[in-house]
């Protein structure tokens, strides 16, 4: 018997501007995490917004509740994809995984060869989860003038991963 997996019954959409609310609530409540060095939210609807500008967010809805989005951007023949988000209730699930998916396939639709993403060098964890997924560490970048200051020092990991089939 085939088990449901928790991804089954979940709607993907192209997000519209009167989302922009509701995903800067995902966001921040799946960053929380950060808060071990950073005060403050991770974006405001105001900075997603802005993101509306040079790319496009992909949601993940349950019962037309939105539990998962992903930021997309295309950069000439490179896609980066950021602020993946995923409801806390809903982690674990695979739902992350599927909307990275996505975005690559959205990117090397469009004729990217590369997909980069950043991280904080202190949230380790993520390290390993884009490892698993092909991606490798490819420099650093200074901690975004943008964001409420860190506690602690801190910087961004760039991550990248060729969407060419080898």
Not at 26 to 49: C, H, W, Y
């Amino acid at each position: 018997m085939h088990k449901r997996k928790a991804t089954d019954q979940v709607r993907i959409r192209a997000a519209k501007r009167e989302d922009i609310e509701d995903i800067s609530g995902l966001v921040n409540d799946a960053f929380r995490p950060e808060r071990f060095f950073t005060d403050g939210d991770r974006t405001s609807p105001q900075k997603i917004a802005a993101l509306f500008e040079k790319g496009k967010f992909v949601l993940a809805e349950d019962a037309g509740t939105i539990i998962g989005c992903v930021y997309i951007e295309l950069r000439g023949e490179r896609g980066y994809f950021g602020l993946l988000a995923v409801d806390p209730q809903r982690q674990r699930d695979g739902l992350g995984s599927r909307l990275i998916e996505l975005a690559e396939n959205d990117c090397r639709a469009a004729g990217c060869r590369v997909m980069d993403l950043t991280t904080v060098n202190l949230r380790t964890e993520l390290h390993g989860y884009y490892k698993k997924r092909g991606y490798v560490e490819d420099g650093t970048l200074p901690f975004p003038k943008d964001q409420h200051p860190p506690k602690v020092p801190c910087h961004l990991v760039k991550m990248t991963k060729s969407l060419v089939a080898q």
